[in-house]
């Protein structure tokens, strides 16, 4: 299990863009070196099973088991669960693999046992002899609803059932409001030997500001001392998975990184973005990285990882909180 | 879906060795003309699922994707479920397929959202094309407690965990006396066109003695004016499939078609044993039928459907009832 007292990196994460430089960042980093905060909007009650994708997606990755085809789900996995149940008249609408169902299946289990998801998901990420800390944003339900131009959906139903294809009007997080920051979040913080927060390059309106809408990251995020360096998901205006620069058209901002910047405004001191994006760099009042941001392979995942940290030792030292 | 006014054969029957002769009388028999009760004494609550595994052995044998080689779950299976589990620390010793997985996460579903165990059956078998009625013997929990001689056990503990290895001393049907007998039962007792009541050849003590704990449901056969047959599942002192015979042996029962027929006493009508057990008919004080009940394969079991019919219609014809 890792310790939060190691952690040398924080990062904020969503799931299947965010979780490529996760990724990246756990294979340079040492064992307890990083610790990740994972979204909790996208978690849902399905078939009777608690849905957690980020979460999923996270450890899959980090446990080398991720199905690197689709982005979510596990690798090898069988489908014969959803073949029946679509014989029973299931819904089939949003897949659940067979081995993916039994993270679903036992973590139910246990949360209606009493245990905590952040408690379930630190037995898991042990068991699948992960290195890293990771955890739910909160234990509290926090839900993402999507207002549209075709009225009110929760997040899931917008975002599978429809594949994200009416346009959004706004986002709302349930629950959010009450819902309890994950203590890991401020201790992490609070550790002297946190050397940056790395905000992932998820979706920032449905992977990163759920987060930030729990009570207490704003703030923290904005009084810690270190520097929160976040990385551009939007390449040359468009997203590379999912549907960010979508929902930028849609929302009427311009598809660029430096519209991403904009979003993060007071909370990031420093910002990551692609070397074709060059000309956005200018548009940003803070110190910008620009470097290679699309992350086909392994190779790929760690030259960023290491491009965003030595980046922000190079924040520090400008700073002078080294 | 089959009407209960069309039933002419009401079987009584637990899982594996029931389901054989089970599947003789659907397939002898017309559209809607059987109705069978399944025991649920061994149903039970596991990884948060409603797990009701009599039912679903009759379900998937109508249906025709019985697994043939287990004599439970379903055919063409795979196991990804079970494995992922287990890496998750879950518990494995109850062994669900991915596919009988989607039967139980449905059934739990739905029975949660506060549809009945009738109902979901009903929908389901209807869903898979069966044109028998199966049904619970009730809606409400009994649960089959094992007293053996190393103390007491839930019944799939007994039966699967410890694979029957303990002695036992006596059963007990937990919430049996509460428990409201499905009204199909009584009222295709009362349908005029039903012929018989089959108890099939399912184990005495934990498949068809629950059915008979539930209140209401011994009377109903002692008064009812047509034939109760019973099949013998002890052929030359072994029971072909499950623990009949070593029960027996351990309640201090001869291991025999004769001691079957005795348990039964005053409930049943005729009895149905193997040619190999005809000296045993002289113990029987009711009218017998010697015919071959080793059920290898499809015929078998419908040609023993048909003995047992024939010998029905004699009894009435005897009797009167006709």
């Given amino acids: 299990m890792s310790e939060v007292g190691a952690a040398q990196v924080l990062a904020i994460s969503g799931g299947i ?10 294979r340079v980093l040492g064992a307890d070196e990083l610790i990740v905060v994972a979204n909790t909007g996208d978690d849902f ?18 446990a080398g ?18 073949d029946a149940l679509g014989q029973l008249g299931g819904e089939t609408w949003f897949r659940l693999g067979d081995g993916d169902l039994a993270t679903n299946v036992e973590r139910t ?13 630190q037995d898991f990420t042990s068991r699948l002899g992960i290195h890293a800390r990771l955890v739910p944003m909160t ?11 075709d009225g009110q959906r929760s997040f899931q139903h917008y975002f599978v059932k429809e594949s994200c294809v009416p346009a959004v009007v706004a986002f709302r997080f349930d629950g959010a409001q009450s819902a309890r920051l994950n203590p890991v979040f401020l201790e992490a913080l609070n550790n002297p030997g946190l050397r940056v927060v790395v905000i992932c390059p998820s979706n920032p309106f449905i992977s990163i500001d759920p987060i930030l809408a729990v009570p207490g990251v704003r703030n923290a995020l904005i009084e810690w001392h270190g520097p929160v360096v976040a990385v551009s998901p939007i390449i ?6 999912g549907p960010t620069a979508k929902m930028m058209n849609e929302l009427g901002l311009p598809a660029t990184a430096g519209a991403v910047a904009t979003h993060y405004g007071e909370l990031i001191d420093g910002f990551v973005l692609d070397t074709t994006d060059s000309s956005q760099a200018n548009n940003v009042e803070i110190p910008t990285l620009c470097t290679n ?10 030259t960023l990882a290491r491009d965003v940290l030595n980046f922000a030792e190079q924040l520090r030292q400008e700073s002078g909180v080294v």
């Fill in 17 to 26: 863009g965010g979780a490529k430089l996760a990724l990246g960042l756990y």
């Fill in 45 to 62: 009650e399905h078939l009777g099973l608690h849905v957690s994708p980020d979460v999923d997606t996270l450890m899959y990755t980090f």
């Fill in 65 to 82: 088991i991720n199905n690197r085809r689709t982005g979510w789900g596990r690798e090898d996995e069988t489908w014969t669960f959803m």
């Fill in 109 to 121: 289990r246990r949360l209606k046992s009493g245990e905590s998801l952040t408690g379930v998901t």
């Fill in 139 to 149: 234990d509290d339900p926090v839900r993402t609803m999507v207002e549209t131009i």
């Fill in 236 to 241: 040359g205006g468009r997203s590379i998975k």
């Fill in 293 to 302: 941001t699309l992350m086909k392979n392994l190779e790929d995942r760690e």
